[in-house]
């Protein structure tokens, strides 16, 4: 069966400083990959979307660039956060079909 | 641009009774639609889905219908129960892309 990985689970970093968020999905090959974001109090948005290796489409201007060095593996980064950074990051994989299937996700504060 | 709008943040219903949670889009290219249910600091679970030649779709208590000439889709949930109270978020796909997520609505059943 297929499983997504997400890591940290939680993250308080400051403001600067830079970030790395990594995603690995198990039991499926090329699948589709996505970083989305939550901020408080409101819906997903959707950061960037990968669906194949060193493919990245990137949904919004921002702070924020991804990359996805395997097939499985893909990677949110920042060279130096912001406080309006702070969010809950998702990673999501699909594989075929729109519906998409998330991780735990990551709290993310910049302080 | 909000393509996926959830114009109700919250929602409270009586245990027993119906929740009926609504969704509104704008592009009409959307084909494919799907509701999640989110707990708090957890990835969204996929719960149910309908393509865009159906205008309903059941599983369970769960009950998805799709108004295409009014671009409106709402998911009911027969009888609620307390473990239903969660967010619920609406998103839509067109072509086998990406999905794009409403803000959500939060739910909230009472014993």
């Known amino acids: 069966s297929q499983t997504i990985h997400q890591w940290p689970a939680t993250l308080v970093q400051p403001v600067g400083s830079p970030l790395s968020l990594e995603c690995t999905v198990e039991?499926?090959?090329?699948?589709?990959l996505y970083w989305y974001r939550q901020a408080a109090g409101r819906g997903l948005q959707l950061l960037f979307y990968s669906v194949g290796i060193g493919q990245i489409s990137s949904e919004v201007p921002q702070n924020l660039s991804a990359s996805r060095p395997q097939d499985r593996q893909f990677i949110l980064s920042s060279k130096k956060l912001l406080l309006s950074d702070s969010g809950f990051y998702l990673c999501?994989?699909?594989?075929?079909?729109?519906?998409?299937?998330f991780g735990q996700g990551t709290r993310l504060t910049v302080v | 641009d909000q393509q996926v709008k959830q114009n109700s943040p919250s929602l409270s219903v009586q245990e027993g009774r119906i929740s009926i949670l609504n969704c509104d889009y704008t592009n009409s290219m959307f084909d494919y639609f799907l509701w999640y249910k989110k707990y708090p600091a957890e990835g969204p679970t996929f719960l149910i889905s309908?393509?865009?030649?159906?205008d309903k779709n059941e599983d369970g208590r769960f009950t998805v219908f799709l108004n295409k000439s009014a671009k409106h889709l709402s998911l009911h949930i027969v009888p609620s129960q307390p473990g239903d109270s969660a967010v619920y978020f609406c998103a839509a796909a067109a072509n086998n892309n990406d999905m794009r997520f409403g803000a959500g609505t939060r739910l909230t059943v009472k014993p």
């Open positions: 309908i393509s865009s030649i159906k």
């Open positions: 039991g499926t090959s090329n699948p589709n």
């Open positions: 999501a994989w699909s594989v075929g079909t729109p519906e998409a299937f």
